[in-house]
């Protein structure tokens, strides 16, 4: 079995698939040679990459040359755009596209000065240059693929895997076009030096020159070429194949050069294979041997709309209007102009347009040539387009997906692969504009992928910014602890500075405050006499707060006894009621006289006895607040006497004045429940008459009115014995306010005397209170004996001193049995009383 090699030496071929053979119709153009037209006065240049992967490197009003690159960029597809002519850049703006759209497109408008003059040109050796620099200048001359699809040349001379076999298209199958043709007619060597400088770049076993059967003179040019060249002749060879549409098409003459099939999604170059044409291989040769970049091609006109159909050198921006008014274009009405081919090509909409890198042909047919558009009608299913597809595509699927806007699913039927060549519509006898149902599918399908590659770049966008805002965020809060750490390290070394600072402040402070204090006392104290200054400031503040305390509790006493008079008077009210209500009209008369007499003298005995108490503690206010005020007045009387001595007697004196009243208040006290406690024994008796033992009814009522009379007028002694000794108290404390204020009438006088008087006077004051006392029947014992304690303490206050302070809670408590028991002494007597009546 022959292997590929050899089997391309020998010539054999392959067929293809599908295919079609209109007319070809090419003699209208290739008689004659490729002439220049008239160079132009404007010139439209194209920019589209500006903004993506180039800029421009000029602006409106700038000169320029003829070959000078109009843009820079670095992407690894990108092209250079170079200016036709010399002139002017008068505009940079918005222009219509040569595409079926017409979409406008970025583009620089040169108005040319004439001069034609280029800018400056570099001339090489190919063994000079080395493989980079030869990409190099490939690339800055701007050669893209001259066949059509425009794709960049240096890309595809730069393969990743190694090339077998080259293969330079010459076949240019597509009716109408002759600009192949000629160009190898006239300009083969010039192909053939291109050729050896792919070859020098890839390094290839085998050279490929395919020209179709239809173009004789081209593939004997070729041959001649190639026998002149440098180029070894079992390397380079010119392979002729039969005339068929889509033969030119890559992936079809690969499959007929070499069997093999280009698969879906693939490229040429991953088989081993490198396809270009032979328009792009002239323009290699000029780039790098003369640093010509790409500004001008050969471009049939033709058709029988021009009066000169041929194939022209056109300048890159010239538009299509210019280049045709240069031929003898004579339109007709509904006149088309297409560019490319009638099988591959698109009628343009507006001639204001300029020729690209890729335009290989104007078309200007007349109604002969080509019919109108006819009217699409349903398809019958018949399946021609299926079997003259070349790619082997299903195509009446493809357009059921298209025309219903299923685009996903036109794209799972390889849409992708479809290579417009246009040989469905051609077959299709319903009319259906198939390619065009392709094309826009395939323009919907390329404007999904554009949104969402632009959504996946907005969304890495939008994540590295959240990763730049969460860098900046841990940055922050490192640096954050960072000085937080280097704060606590400073505070740990000054910690105990730091404390002891904030101690000495707070002592300050309260140095401070006691200055201030000691300050204020000082002036008080320089404003009194002398003597003054000996008392601690301590033991006077105490003083004053003992003093106001005893006044509270008398105050508290004094509410307290007119409560419990008050009650005392209701329940006497109420006892003499119940006393009287069996009594006999006369009797009960009198009795309700004599209860109403009773209840208004024990009321204004209470008032009297409030009044009383009253006067005392205010007097008592008074004069401690005359002593609080005016401290220095106590001291004057004991100049004389050490100051201890003094302070104790009046400590005695103040004491001996609380026993007092606390006396009187205790006496009211159990007096009035002594009375509550008989008239409760009376109410029981009252109800349970049964506890009076063999008394008459007469009698009982007697004795009751006889014990009622009896209590009243106890009520009311105890009541004038109170008022006395309230009167006595207020004597008492008035002369000893007199004393304590005019304390001046004492400085000449003993202190030993002095000290005797007042141990006198506090005795009178016990006698004057047990005697008022005596006046009471029931609990004399009782409160004698407590007169006597009493007596005790105020002749040796030293002893009360301590009593107060150190006994307070048994004392009370002892206090309380005292009254107690006197309470039932008193029962007892007041049964005795009735036991006698009765």
Not at 466 to 476: G, H, M, T, V, Y
Not at 779 to 807: F, S, Y
């Amino acid at each position: 079995m022959l292997t590929l090699l050899e089997q391309l030496d020998k010539g054999t071929l392959w067929r293809s698939p599908g295919g079609i053979h209109p007319p070809e119709l090419k003699s209208l153009s290739n008689q004659s040679t490729i002439s220049p037209l008239p160079l132009q006065s404007r010139f439209v240049i194209p920019v589209p990459l500006v903004g993506q992967q180039a800029t421009l490197s000029v602006k409106v009003g700038d000169q320029v040359l003829k070959g000078q690159p109009l843009t820079e960029g670095a992407g690894f597809i990108y092209l250079p755009v170079h200016a036709p002519t010399s002139g002017t850049v008068v505009a940079i703006e918005q222009h219509g596209s040569n595409h079926p759209s017409s979409l406008p497109v970025l583009s620089c408008i040169i108005e040319a000065d004439g001069h034609d003059t280029w800018c400056e040109l570099t001339s090489n050796q190919i063994e000079q240059l080395s493989k980079a620099d030869i990409l190099a200048k490939i690339r800055q001359a701007g050669i893209a693929g001259m066949g059509g699809a425009a794709f960049p040349s240096h890309v595809k001379l730069n393969p990743a895997s190694e090339i077998d076999l080259i293969i330079i298209n010459g076949v240019e199958c597509e009716p109408y076009i002759s600009a192949d043709d000629r160009l190898m007619r006239e300009y083969s060597d010039e192909i053939l030096t291109g050729i050896s400088i792919i070859q020098h770049l890839l390094n290839a076993q085998r050279i490929i020159i395919a020209i179709e059967d239809n173009k004789p003179e081209a593939a004997q040019a070729m041959e001649s070429a190639i026998r002149r060249s440098s180029l070894p002749n079992d390397m380079i060879r010119v392979t002729v194949i039969p005339t068929k549409y889509p033969s030119g098409g890559e992936k079809q003459l690969i499959q007929i050069i070499t069997g093999k099939e280009v698969p879906s999604g693939a490229i040429p170059a991953q088989l081993g294979i490198v396809m270009h044409n032979v328009g792009t291989a002239y323009a290699i040769q000029e780039a790098v041997l003369q640093g010509k970049p790409l500004i001008e091609r050969v471009v049939t006109l033709t058709g029988e709309s021009i009066g000169k159909p041929g194939n022209y050198w056109l300048r890159i921006g010239t538009t299509v209007a210019d280049a045709l008014s240069q031929v003898g274009f004579e339109p007709q009405s509904s006149q088309k102009v297409i560019v490319g081919g009638p099988m591959m090509g698109y009628a343009l909409s507006d001639l204001d347009v300029p020729i690209s890198k890729g335009t290989n042909c104007l078309l200007a047919p007349s109604q002969a040539e080509i019919a109108p558009d006819p009217d699409e009608k349903a398809c019958i299913r018949c399946g021609e387009c299926a079997v003259a597809c070349p790619a082997l595509l299903l195509p009446q699927q493809l357009f059921w997906h298209a025309k219903a806007e299923e685009y996903d699913k036109a794209a799972s039927f390889n849409l992708k692969d479809c290579i417009e060549c246009g040989c469905c519509s051609y077959v299709c006898p319903s009319d259906i504009p198939l390619v065009e149902y392709y094309r826009v599918a395939k323009s919907a399908l390329k404007n999904t992928a554009e949104e969402k590659l632009q959504a996946e770049k907005a969304k890495i966008r939008f994540e590295t910014r959240l990763q730049r805002l969460e860098d900046e965020k841990n940055a922050r809060e490192e640096k954050s602890k960072q000085a937080a750490a280097k704060r606590q390290a400073n505070m740990k070394s000054g910690d105990k500075d730091a404390v002891a600072a904030a101690m000495a402040r707070i002592a300050a402070k309260k140095a401070q405050a006691a200055e201030g204090i000691t300050a204020d006392t000082a002036v008080t104290t320089s404003d009194n006499d002398a003597p003054k200054a000996a008392i601690d400031s301590t033991s006077a503040k105490k003083t004053a707060v003992n003093a106001a305390i005893e006044r509270a509790k008398a105050k508290k006493a004094a509410f307290a006894a007119q409560s419990k008079v008050d009650n005392q008077s209701d329940v006497a009210a109420v006892t003499t009621d119940i006393t009287n209500e069996n009594i006999d009209p006369v009797n009960d008369k009198k009795a309700q006289i004599a209860a109403a007499v009773a209840r208004a003298k024990a009321k204004k005995a209470a008032l009297a006895n409030v009044s009383a108490v009253a006067d005392d503690v205010s007097g008592d206010k008074a004069r401690d607040t005359a002593n609080e005020v005016n401290p220095a007045s106590q001291t004057d009387t004991t100049i004389a006497t050490s100051p201890v001595d003094d302070k104790k007697a009046k400590i005695a004196a103040a004491v001996a004045k609380a026993k007092a009243k606390k006396a009187a208040l205790t006496n009211e006290s159990a007096v009035a429940d002594d009375v509550s406690d008989d008239k409760a024994n009376n109410w029981a008796n009252e109800v349970n008459p049964d506890t009076t033992i063999a008394a008459s009814p007469v009698d009982d009522k007697k004795a009751k009115i006889a014990a009622a009379v009896a209590k009243a007028k106890a009520k009311k002694a105890a009541l004038a014995n109170e008022s006395a000794v309230a009167d006595d108290v207020s004597a008492d404390q008035s002369r000893d306010t007199a004393n304590e204020v005019n304390s001046d009438t004492t400085i000449a006088a003993s202190p030993v005397d002095d000290k005797k008087a007042k141990i006198a006077a506090a005795v009178a004051k016990a006698k004057a209170k047990k005697a008022a006392l005596a006046g009471d029947s029931s609990p004399t014992n009782d409160v004698d004996g407590d007169q006597t304690r009493d007596t005790a303490n105020e002749v040796n206050p030293a002893i009360e001193i301590d009593t107060t302070i150190a006994a307070s809670p048994v004392d009370d408590k002892k206090a309380k049995i005292a009254a107690a028991v006197a309470k039932a002494k008193a029962k007892k007597l007041a049964n005795s009383a009735k036991q006698e009546e009765l």
